[in-house]
């Protein structure tokens, strides 16, 4: 069979090719998006269209197979437009997911998530530690440039824009946001105006460091099967969030809605680095 190809979408494989791609790079990207609202200028599928983006450029350096993407996130407070489900709906659907991937032989599974609320972050974090006590399954569950800087996750400002313009130029209507100040309850834009320094380049700049690092990071999962430095990169992501776990706990949905306030409710909130996609 001289027809395998290095890496292929999963729907799209033919049994062997599937088998071949296994045995030889057991590596499963999930692209985890969403639709929601990310302000006038941007499309509801903006962090679907990065997952796959991401998930894509990924697995041709590092072999495997891309699922087709999921697009429901722990629900957001932004009501008329944006679509999402419970956190019990969402570790159900995780678990479960990783679960069969595992008894199917993969080793490695990458869940890109362009969508990334705290809450929503937090459920992937759960479900991958549990995939691993579980199943033995390594499973890496990030937001794309979280690998790169966490002040790049912004929500609808210039690092989202800066990367739909390298993606999908023709998605983007930066005039929509007008020209005075940004609004983050109307917007909802959060982090640096895009306006007048979003661009393609900077888009393409971060996209290709944001695949470098989850290539190498899966090249190294799959030689040495090594668990740890996915536990170190869970616990310093949880650290981000300590103080919204220790005030909601488990309750991701009150911890999401009450984080979005913060993040939307005045202008000191406003000018933090934000964490939502």
Known sequence: MNDIPSWGRYGELRPHELAALRACAPAAYLPWGGLTRHGPHLPLGLDTIVAEAVAERAVRRTGGVVL???????????????????????????????????RNGWRVVVVISGHYSPGHELLLIDAAEQALADHNLLVLAVPPLALVDDDM?????????????????????????????????????????????????????????????????????????????????????????????????????????????????????????????
């Open 68 to 102: 087709p993407a999921v697009t429901w996130p722990l629900a957001l407070p932004h009501p008329g437009e944006s679509l999402g489900l419970s956190a019990a709906t969402l570790r159900a659907m995780l678990a479960e997911s990783l679960a069969a991937l595992a």
């Open 153 to 277: 996750l912004d929500h609808g400002a210039l690092w989202e824009s800066s990367v739909l313009l390298a993606l999908r130029p023709d998605l983007i209507k930066m005039e929509a946001l007008g020209a005075g100040p940004l609004d983050p309850l109307n917007g909802p834009v959060v982090g640096r105006d895009p306006r007048g320094a979003a661009s393609a380049s900077l888009g393409n700049s971060v996209l290709t460091l944001a695949v470098e690092r989850i290539g190498s990071a899966v090249e190294r999962l799959l030689a040495t099967g090594d668990p740890a430095p996915l536990q170190a990169l869970y616990a310093r992501r949880r650290e981000r969030y300590q103080s919204l776990t220790a005030r909601y706990g488990d309750d991701l949905e009150a911890l999401t809605a009450a984080w979005w306030q913060e993040m939307t409710g005045g202008s000191a909130a406003a000018s933090r680095p934000p964490e939502a996609g």
